[in-house]
Nanobody, 124 residues
Framework: VQLQASGGGVVQTGGSLKLSCAASGRTFINYRMGWFRQAPGKEREFVATISWSGGSTYYADSVKGRFTISRDNAKNTVYLQMNSLKPEDTAVYYC??????????????????WGQGTLVTVSS
């Protein structure tokens, strides 16, 4: 599956931003979707994941209560709504897809397909 992330930009502390990731090439509902991020000088880290149906979600502790992952299977798109943004949320955000049969892992290696990344900058 091919993934194209968009929606990044510059936002002030406390602001909101919504990322989108459009999928193509394979049957979207066969994939569990996720978002990861990589801050400058740091390793890429897990942010959130959502089941193929959208019925189950899981978040990193650092974003729980502020970020919401969702998907629209009719549009082959997954979203990440980010509220109450902090400077430490500044990073390149990547969407990723995992075959639905691979369980519920949150490691990079659990996801076989990756988008190109979109930069989110939170100014203080």
């Amino acid at each position: 599956v091919q993934l194209q992330a968009s929606g990044g930009g510059v936002v002030q502390t406390g602001g909101s931003l919504k990322l989108s990731c459009a999928a193509s090439g394979r049957t979207f509902i066969n994939y569990r979707m996720g978002w990861f991020r990589q801050a400058p000088g740091k390793e890429r880290e897990f942010v959130a994941t959502i089941s193929w149906s959208g019925g189950s979600t899981y978040y990193a502790d650092s974003v729980k209560g502020r970020f919401t992952i969702s998907r629209d299977n009719a549009k082959n798109t997954v979203y990440l709504q980010m509220n109450s943004l902090k400077p430490e949320d500044t990073a390149v955000y990547y969407c990723a897809a995992a075959e639905s049969t691979t369980g519920w892992g949150t490691k990079e290696s659990d996801f076989g397909s990756w988008g190109q990344g979109t930069l989110v900058t939170v100014s203080s």
